[in-house]
């Protein structure tokens, strides 16, 4: 494999950048002990960058980040969407009720944008557990994509998500 000429500043960027995270308290549960250990594993320099390139293209949110986005999502986002279907306005408390009991008023769906193949740690499910642990929405307004097509109802409300990256790959992936 033939190496990029930069690749020794590249690895070392990434490596400072990383610990920074790691001081500055982004990443939960990762300590720069743990993140030495793993990248003790590589030593060759091919090992090294190719380490650097996953470490790299991880996209790492905090839990706290996690949660801030959802609440943004959940009390914004989503609450807008049925205000402006059914022309009316929800106080967030009003909308927070709603989603948590069975009956499904506002005829709400949430859908993690994964295929029931795909392993439970990937962004989908977690964030399907942090709306139903945190926002205490109810499990009966989750549909699997797989279900949606027999379902489907024209006049209720679908909202697919995945995680917070924005690139769209696996919504595109996932739907078609």
Known sequence: MNLPINHKSFSKLVTHKCKRFISYGFWDG???PKLGK???NFTTEQEIFFSAVILNNLLYRSNDHIKSLL???VYISARNIVQNKYNINVSIKEFLQELSVDKNKYN???IPSISNKEPL??????ISRVLQKDFHINDLKFINREDLEK???????YIFFDDF???????ILNMY
């Open 30 to 32: 990762m300590t720069l």
């Open 38 to 40: 793993w990248l003790n």
């Open 71 to 73: 609440k943004e999502f």
């Open 108 to 110: 709400i769906y949430f």
């Open 121 to 126: 740690y990937k962004s989908g499910p977690h």
């Open 151 to 157: 379902k489907f109802n024209k006049d209720h409300i």
């Open 165 to 171: 990256s924005g690139t769209g790959e696996q919504f």
